[in-house]
């Protein structure tokens, strides 16, 4: 039986935006994060829902899609009844609706369930595929001179029924744009319709699949050939038509489907608390990014690096050669009631500028940062100094690191300390996507930022299909891996850094 909360809760009808998740409100996006409860449709994003919602079972989730046909649709009675039930339970509920719940999403018939049965709601709203799939098409469906006005219209509604809402005939001699949402089985009769009543057969037409997505394709055609062209091209749903002829703006203004790795979908395996600046960078030149974190960042026992601290003024260098390592250094350092001030007597090297980024940001410059960014460059560079032999290092690292530096500085005269502060350890996260997606032969590059990445890829998809992908290495220890592995190497970073990493896979598949 049901418990009823004594506490009746709130539903929100919030708009996820036509695909992108970056096209959600800021409002809709505040009431995602908070929510004890979500129910959402299937063109909703799930990049939108709480990443550790499936894992840790809060946010609940409940999927409610609905698609034309479909026998496993959820009825919409039964939607209601959810969101209902949920709300006399105490809970914050987001009814999380592709685009925006009023325009064409049943969200008005939701919120009149929602008043029969005195549950209080919000209504979010979204930005419609209707505006912004022919946007990221460069179609704008008004434009000065060419069309002043838009109308949107069901394309579920056949023509050919003894009985229809919309007058076809009306439409045709409107002039301006039509918008038709959903409309690919119906198509053929929608145009011949809107020819009969009056509009010219040649005026251009375009059908946009998975608008805003990196999946999308656009076919531009005239409303006499639309429908034939689309189903040439493979064309399913879902399918937003535009008619008028503003579609004719397309070749000038398209810019979305021409950035330059549009339609490549690639694979970004790195530790996952640090993979979202790796993934934005690749979506923003266009490509689909299947993020599969590879690794982990498990911190170790501390206590030693928290008893050094106490001890800085009795080193001369302070070595590092990751962001995770100046991150856990940091942590502790502050946690020990000190700051950037305990390091006035020590001189830092760090291995690259990412690790020096890190650093700067809490306001320390390094001394010492070499042009190749490995650990062989460092030790080069420190080599030349005469300030190391005999000297005291602190070096905090990742357990299991290779012995170059600390080997090279003893050889060089220097007393080593080194701290392990974290391991990485193998996180399977998407695997079953990514899988799915070698077997269909999709995946255009699978990058790689160190050796351990490359060891748990192959733990997490399997050697056979690990071996079906070709690899973009961040320098020459993860290539020794890609190599070890057998894994077909695309290319490797000219500077060992995501940008270098970028730039190296945007040359291979420009």
Known sequence: MTEVS??????YLVGAGPGDPGLITVRGKKLVDSADAIVYDALANRALLPPDAVEKGLPELFFV?????????????????????LAREGKKVVRLKGGDPFVFGRGSEEAQALNESSIPF????????G???????????????????????????????????????????????IVLYMG?????????????????????????????????????????????????QGISAPVITVIGWAVVLRDEISWFETRPLFGRQIVVTRAAQTSTVLSDKFADLGADVIEMPATQIARLDLSPLREELKNLDEYSWLI?????????FWEQLLGGCRDARALAGLKIGAVGPATAGALLEHGIAVDVIPERF?????????????????????????????????????????????????????????????????????????TFTSASAVRSYVDVVGEDLALKTRAASIGPQTTEAINAAGIELLCEATESTTDGLVAAVLRALS
Do not use: C
């Open 6 to 11: 004594d506490k009746i809760g709130t539903v």
């Open 65 to 85: 899609g609905k698609r034309g046909g479909d026998s496993k649709s959820v009825p919409q009675e039964d939607i209601n009844e959810l969101l209902v039930k």
């Open 122 to 129: 919000e209504v979010v709203p979204g930005i419609t595929a």
């Open 131 to 177: 505006i912004a799939a022919p946007a990221y098409a460069g179609i704008p469906v008004t434009h000065r001179g060419l069309s002043t006005s838009v109308t949107f219209v069901t394309g579920h509604e056949d023509p050919g029924k003894a009985t229809t809402q919309t007058n076809w005939k009306a439409l045709a001699q409107a002039g301006g744009t």
């Open 184 to 232: 690919v089985k119906t198509l053929p009769a929608i145009a011949a319709a809107l020819i009969e009543g009056g509009m010219p057969p040649e005026i251009p037409a375009a059908a946009i699949q998975w608008g805003t997505v990196s999946r999308q394709r656009t076919v531009v055609a005239t409303l006499a050939t639309l429908s034939d062209e689309a189903a040439k």
């Open 320 to 328: 590092f050669t990751s962001r995770n390592a100046v991150a856990i």
């Open 374 to 446: 490995v650990a062989e460059g460092l030790l080069e560079k420190l080599s030349e100094r005469d300030d190391v032999s005999g000297s005291r290092v602190l070096y905090v690292t990742a357990e299991g690191a290779r012995e170059v530096l600390p080997d090279g500085l003893t050889a060089l005269g220097a007393d080593v300390n080194v701290i392990a502060a974290y391991r990485s350890i193998q996180d399977g996260t998407g695997a079953k996507k990514l899988r799915r997606a070698i077997e269909e032969g999709t995946v255009s590059v699978v």
